[in-house]
């Protein structure tokens, strides 16, 4: 019991740390009366984000998904890429790559077959903006992209959404196969190391 308590002190001080990542220099004066934000400042270059994902690939009924949901994991990186002066204090663009880990059933003698893990990238464009209430949101689109063999499709193309709160992140993405009716729904929920507002 004790080292669990040291694993969760130190987990919780390495968070707290993390969070620490100060902002660049203001590169824009918000609105009388309003506050500043992680949009007002120089954007980070680089932001790592760690995540783990829950998919259901591989069911093809839509009433068994919820007994076959099944977690993966993965990391990525966004590198800032300028915008035009005017989005300053509204929105970030960012080129976008990560790589993951996670299963998928194939088909076999008994429904839903065997479990396979499949390694995948989703390389793409993203935007970061912000929100009322402390929340950002991002939107992206690009190539889900699968390196080992599988017996599914083998890339496709993905749009993304969600929403991060003191870096912490809930994502949902739909993944579709050009030529095939299929499509994907993956959650995720991580932790994305950016700039963050405490006040």
Known sequence: MKRMQQIIFI???LLLVANCR?????IKAPRENSPTTEFHHEPAKVIPWFFGNKSSRGIDRQGDVSFFDQAGAGVGVLVNSK?????NGHEFFYYYIDFDVSP?????SKYPGDKQWIYSS???VMFR???PLYLKMHIGLGANLRYNQTYFDRWG???MMGLE???FTSSVIFIGHPGQLNWETEYRAGYMWAPVEWK
């Open 129 to 131: 903006t912000y929100t």
């Open 11 to 13: 987990s919780a001080a």
């Open 22 to 26: 100060s902002r660049g220099p203001q």
């Open 83 to 87: 915008l035009d002066s005017q989005w």
């Open 165 to 167: 709160l003191w870096g």
């Open 122 to 124: 989703y390389p793409g």
């Open 157 to 159: 193309v993905y749009g």
């Open 104 to 108: 998928q059933f194939n088909p076999g």
